[in-house]
C-alpha cells in the first residue's frame, strides 16, 4: 500500500530546512572527510583510531561521565519530577522556577561557582568530612567525580523535564483506584506510578545521556586536558592541534553513540508509550 | 439494629463553599442503595470520603463495627467503580482484575482462579489476555466491576458507572449489575443523577441536594412519598402549583394558585407559602366529577406527546401554569387548543413548605 505523506507533516519543513543547511551540510561533510583519505576512500583513520589504547581510554571515560551523569541526573529528577508533578499553587511554581531558572546561567558562570562549591576547603568537601564519609578534606575539582557533579547540575532539566511532562498526564484516578484495591503506596508506586512513567524516564536518559557524551564546555573547564573525552579530544584535534583526520574520526564515532541512542530510546519509548 | 456501613455528621468543605454539610446515612449488610441527585450536589465527594480518597472536616465513617474515619484508602475494604472506570492502560484485562489480589499478595493459583471467576461472571472470560484499549466502553466497564469485585470488598461503590454508555446496553448493564451484586451479597453504594437508574436498581434512595440528603427510602416510598417539594420534582413527573394557604381545617388545606384554588391534605397555618404538587397519572380528563374530595380545573390543552404505552398531555391552566398528564392513549379529537376539565383527588396532592427565597436566606444570613 503506498502512504501518502500527511500534509502536517509540512508544518515541519522550515526546521527542516534550516537542520539540513546548518547541521547536515557540515555533517555530511565530516563524514565524508572521516572516510575519504588523500588516497580515495579508507577506513584506515578508524582503524588506526581504534588500535591506540589511548583512544580506548578516551572512550572509556566519554562512556563513564556520560553514564554516571545519566544516573545522578535519574536519581536526583526523578523524585524532583514527582515533587513537580504533585505539587500544587506556589510550590509548584517556585519548583518549576527553580529547575528552569539555572537554564538561563551560563556554563562559565556555573563552573566558577563549582570552582568555589568543589575546592578542598568547599562545602562538598567539608560535608563530606563532616559526615564521616572521608577522614581528610580532598579537592574534587579536577576530578571527574567533579565533572559528574558539574555535569549533571548542567543538565538535571533535561532529565526531570520530560518526566515531569508525563506524570502530570497521569490520570490521578489510577492511582486512587490502586490504593482502594488494597495497594499500599510502595506497591502503587511500582506498579503503577513507575511503569506509565517509563516513556518519560526513557527520554529523559536519551536527552541527558546524548547531552553528557557529547559535552565539551563542561569538562574542559573543571577538569582541563588531563581528562579526554571524545568530545573534548574532537576540539582539541580541530583547534589546537589542526589534526582534520583525528577530528572527523572522533566525531564521526561520536556521533553513532549518540544516534544509537536516540534511535534506540525512541524505539523504546514508542513501545513502552503503545502500551502505556 | 446496628448499620452495616454508617456515615454520621460527614462534613466537608471546599476553601469557604460547603460541599456536604453533615450527611448521615446508614446502609444495613447486603443492601443495594443509590445516591441520587443533581450533578454538583456532593454524591461523589461522599463517596470518595467512605473510599478514604477524601477526609472529612467532621464526622465518622464506621464500617462492620470499625471506625475507619482515619484509615487509609489501601486498609479499608472499599473497592470503587470510578465514572471514568480508571482500568490500569498498561495491564492486561486478567491484569487488572488480578491487581488487587496481588496487592493483598494472595497466591498465584488463587489469584488465577478468582480472575478466571470473575471475568466469568460479568461475562468476559475470552478477553482476558487483552489490552485495555482494545476494549469498547461497556467490555471496560465491566472489567471495572470484575476489578472491584475480585478482592471480594466489604462495600461497593458505583460512581455513575453507565454515564457514558449509551440508553439500549445501559439498561442491560444495569439488570446485569444488580444481579451479579445480589447473588454475592455485597453492601453496594451507587451514584447517579439518572432517576430511573435509582428507581430501577436500588433497595433504597438518598435523595441528594446541595450537600444534604433530603429523603433516604425504598423507591415506591421516594415516588409515592416525596419527603421535600425537591424530591417531588427531581424524581419522577410531577405538576407543580405555588400558593398561599388561605384556609386549614381538619388536615385539609384550602391553597389559592395562579390556576386556581385548590385543596390539600397537610397542616399549614393561613396564610404560609405552600408548594403543591401531584403525579401525572394522578390526573385525568373527567367531565363533572368534582366532588368534596376532588379538585377540577378548567385548561386548555397545549400539546400531545404520545409515548407508546401512554401518552402525556400537557395542559394549560390559569397563571401560566402548565400542567402534565397521563392518560393511556392519545384521546380522541385532541388537538391542541381545546378545552378540557381536569379533574383530580385531593387526597392524591402533595403540599409542602416553599423553598425559602434564597434572597431572603441571603438578607437574614
Ligand atoms: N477538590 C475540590 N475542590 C473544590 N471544589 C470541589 C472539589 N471537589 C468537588 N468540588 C465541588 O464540590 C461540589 C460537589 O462535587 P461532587 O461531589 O463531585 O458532585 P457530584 O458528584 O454530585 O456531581 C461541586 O460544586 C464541586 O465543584
Ligand atoms: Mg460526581
Not at chain 2, 489480589?101 to 471475568?119: C, G, I, Q, W, Y
Not at chain 2, 471480594?152 to 442491560?172: C, H, I, N, Y
Amino acid at each position: 500500500m503506498r502512504r501518502r505523506i500527511d500534509p502536517v507533516a509540512l508544518l515541519a519543513l522550515p526546521a527542516a530546512a534550516y537542520l539540513l543547511f546548518a547541521y547536515g551540510w557540515p555533517l555530511a561533510a565530516l563524514l565524508v572527510r572521516s572516510v575519504h583519505g588523500p588516497g580515495g576512500f579508507s577506513l584506515a583513520p578508524f582503524a588506526a583510531f581504534l588500535s591506540d589504547p589511548f583512544s580506548w581510554r578516551v572512550i572509556g571515560n566519554t562512556l563513564s561521565t556520560a553514564g554516571l551523569t545519566t544516573l545522578v541526573c535519574l536519581a536526583v529528577g526523578y523524585p524532583a519530577a514527582l515533587a513537580l508533578a504533585w505539587s500544587r499553587g506556589i510550590v509548584q511554581v517556585v519548583l518549576l522556577l527553580s529547575i528552569i531558572l539555572p537554564l538561563s546561567v551560563g556554563v562559565v558562570v556555573k563552573a566558577y561557582a563549582w570552582q568555589i562549591v568543589l575546592r578542598r576547603d568547599g562545602i562538598v568537601s567539608q560535608a563530606l568530612v563532616g559526615l564521616g564519609l572521608w577522614s581528610e578534606p580532598q579537592r574534587l575539582l579536577f576530578t571527574e567525580t567533579g565533572l559528574v557533579i558539574g555535569a549533571a547540575n548542567v543538565f538535571l532539566p533535561f532529565m526531570i523535564l520530560p518526566i515531569y511532562s508525563v506524570i502530570r498526564l497521569l490520570d490521578p484516578r489510577l492511582r486512587a483506584a490502586a490504593a482502594t484495591l488494597g495497594a499500599t503506596p510502595l506497591h502503587r508506586f511500582l506498579r503503577v506510578t513507575l511503569p506509565l512513567t517509563l516513556p518519560g524516564i526513557v527520554s529523559g536518559i536519551a536527552f541527558v545521556f546524548s547531552l553528557a557524551v557529547s559535552m565539551y564546555v563542561v569538562p574542559s573547564l573543571v577538569i582541563g586536558d588531563r581528562y579526554q573525552t571524545l568530545a573534548t579530544l574532537t576540539g582539541r584535534a580541530f583547534l589546537f592541534m589542526r589534526n582534520e583526520e583525528l577530528g572527523s574520526t572522533t566525531a564521526v564515532l561520536l556521533l553513532a553513540m549518540a544516534v544509537s541512542i536516540v534511535v534506540g530510546s525512541t524505539a523504546l519509548a514508542r513501545r513502552l508509550g503503545s502500551t502505556g | 439494629m446496628a448499620a452495616f456501613l454508617d456515615v454520621a455528621g460527614a462534613e466537608k468543605r471546599f476553601g469557604s463553599t460547603t460541599v456536604l454539610g453533615g450527611v448521615d446515612l446508614a446502609v444495613a449488610r447486603g443492601e443495594f442503595i443509590s445516591l441520587l441527585g443533581p450533578s454538583g450536589c456532593g454524591k461523589t465527594t461522599l463517596l470518595r470520603m467512605v473510599a478514604g480518597l477524601l477526609a472529612p472536616d467532621r464526622g465518622r465513617i464506621v464500617l462492620d463495627g470499625r471506625d475507619l474515619t482515619t484509615t487509609p484508602p489501601h486498609r479499608r475494604d472499599v473497592s470503587v467503580v470510578f465514572q471514568s472506570y480508571a482500568l490500569f492502560p498498561h495491564l492486561t484485562v486478567a491484569e487488572n482484575v488480578a491487581f488487587g489480589l496481588k496487592a493483598r499478595r494472595r497466591p498465584a493459583a488463587e489469584v488465577a482462579a478468582t480472575v478466571a471467576r470473575f471475568l466469568g461472571l460479568v461475562q468476559m472470560a475470552g478477553f482476558a489476555d487483552r489490552p485495555i484499549r482494545a476494549l469498547s466502553g461497556g467490555q471496560q466497564q465491566r472489567v471495572a466491576v470484575a476489578r472491584a469485585l475480585a478482592v471480594q470488598p466489604k462495600v461497593m461503590l458505583l460512581d455513575e458507572p453507565f454515564s457514558a454508555l449509551d440508553r439500549k446496553l445501559r439498561e442491560t448493564m444495569q439488570i446485569d449489575l444488580k444481579r451479579l451484586l445480589r447473588e454475592l451479597g455485597t453492601t453496594s453504594v451507587f451514584v447517579t443523577h439518572d432517576q430511573d437508574e435509582a428507581l430501577t436498581m436500588s433497595d433504597r434512595i438518598a435523595v441528594m441536594n446541595r450537600g444534604a440528603i433530603e429523603q433516604f427510602a425504598d423507591p415506591v416510598t421516594i415516588y409515592r412519598r416525596p419527603a421535600t417539594a425537591f424530591a417531588l420534582g427531581f424524581v419522577g413527573l410531577s405538576s407543580r402549583f405555588d400558593g398561599t394557604v388561605t384556609a386549614s381545617e381538619g388536615g385539609i388545606i384550602t391553597v389559592a394558585t395562579p390556576a386556581g384554588s385548590l385543596r390539600a391534605p397537610g397542616r399549614f397555618l393561613p396564610g404560609s407559602p405552600v408548594v403543591l404538587g401531584i403525579r401525572p397519572e394522578r390526573m385525568a380528563l373527567g367531565d363533572g366529577a368534582d366532588g368534596p374530595d376532588r379538585n377540577g380545573l378548567d385548561a386548555t390543552l397545549v400539546e400531545v406527546a404520545f409515548q407508546g404505552a401512554r401518552a402525556h398531555l400537557y395542559l394549560a391552566v390559569g397563571g401560566g401554569t402548565v400542567v402534565t398528564v397521563e392518560a393511556p392513549e392519545v384521546p380522541a379529537g385532541a388537538a391542541p387548543g381545546a378545552p378540557v376539565r381536569l379533574s383530580f383527588a385531593v387526597a392524591d396532592m402533595l403540599a409542602y413548605p416553599a423553598d425559602p427565597d434564597p434572597a431572603l436566606l441571603a438578607a437574614a444570613a
